[in-house]
């Protein structure tokens, strides 16, 4: 397992929708962890990078719900 951590600036404002479909992210097949910046502008993910590539990701988060653009770091 290879893990990856990636950073995601989040696009509105964080309630109680987008914390349910953060909460639900969980549970797609590689993601291991997901949490919210201080600051709540932005969402680290870590992910099985032998599972997924980094597009996949993109694609499993914005499936969920989630309006977000990945940072390049």
Known sequence: MTKVDVTYSLSGVVDAVLL??????????????????PSLAALHVEYDASRLKPEDVDHALRSAGLAVRRLEE
């Not at 953060?22 to 590689?30: E, S």
């Open 20 to 37: 349910d479909r953060i909460d639900r992210a969980h549970g797609i097949y590689g993601l291991q962890a997901l949490r919210l910046s």
